[in-house]
């Protein structure tokens, strides 16, 4: 079984920095991409920024200067810090890793169940 959680989610002013970030656990044999989604409420789900296995990264081009993704494979995690923050990321930012389990021969996609960004003053 293999589970993904989010933490780091909030309540920041605009201009304010949030680190969000997603821990993959359970029989884990490789991970591929990780990547960082959201949706607002009334929107599409977006592709906000990702990392590959081999460290590119890649950003949607609203949040390129502000948000950095980052991966730690010692530890299956991957990080989402938001700097400048505007109430237009306001939304729920879902963690996406593309992996394979012990024992089988395909990567597939997990989710994990989203954490909630708010950008309000």
């Known amino acids: 079984q293999v589970q993904l959680v989010e933490s780091g989610g909030g309540l920041v002013q605009p201009g304010g920095s949030l680190r969000l970030s997603c821990a993959a656990s359970g029989n884990i044999a490789s991970i591929n991409a990780m990547n960082w989604y959201r949706q607002a409420p009334g929107l599409q789900r977006e592709l906000v920024a990702g990392v590959a296995k081999d460290g590119g990264t890649h950003y949607v081009l609203s949040v390129q200067g502000r948000f950095t993704v980052s991966r730690d494979d010692d530890k299956n995690t991957v990080d989402l810090q938001m700097n400048s923050l505007k109430p237009e990321d306001t939304a729920v930012y879902y963690c996406?890793?593309?992996?394979?389990?012990?024992?089988?021969?395909?990567?597939?996609?997990?989710w994990g169940k989203g954490t909630l960004v708010t950008v309000s003053s």
């Open positions: 996406n890793v593309d992996l394979m389990r012990v024992g089988s021969y395909y990567y597939e996609d997990y």
